[in-house]
């Protein structure tokens, strides 16, 4: 009886739309966080979907709204959806019951952006280092200046996380943030 109370508490915290939260990355096709916390049931299918285990549900840590909700933790891997082994079919998105997380074109993927602390570099600590440029599935997203140094282009950054997971650095130089994300429509 007390785990029913827990949850149904939990369902009635979630159809009060949070605030948006920097460091809450959701998985690639997820509609507004509005709706999303209204059409998550947190089933956790996604989680058990995804091949690099990236996903993984939120704790009490995220806010009360989060709790058991789906998000990116690119320190577990990267999403796999632009490279990897979900280029050929997002499979969150086609396991999620709901319709939380949509299956989108690549080109509408945008998770975040990838923060870089140049006091944590190694490049830009006198280190030869540029892992995050080498892991980046895409092109331009990370450039590297004449003196061997990472400069990241939040335009292009797609939020992949693949940059965040290599990282050499410890503490890592790299965070993810949903800064930038676009979500799927819904409606």
Known sequence: MEGAAVLGGLRLISIVPPAARADLVRPPGAVEEAYFNLMCIRCGICFEACPSKTIMLAGFEKGAASVNTPMINPLIGPCEYLRGRCED???????????????????????????????????????????????????????????QKPVFH???????GACVNACPANPRALTLLSEGERRARWP
């Open 89 to 147: 079919a997002m499979r969150c998105a086609e396991a999620c019951p709901t319709g939380a997380l949509q299956n989108v074109d690549k080109a509408q993927v945008k998770l975040g952006t990838a923060k870089l602390n140049q006091e944590l570099c190694l490049a830009y600590n006198g280190r030869e280092c540029l892992v995050c440029s080498e892991m980046c599935p895409l092109p331009d997203a990370i450039t590297v200046t004449e003196d």
């Open 154 to 160: 939040n335009t292009i950054c797609t939020g992949c």
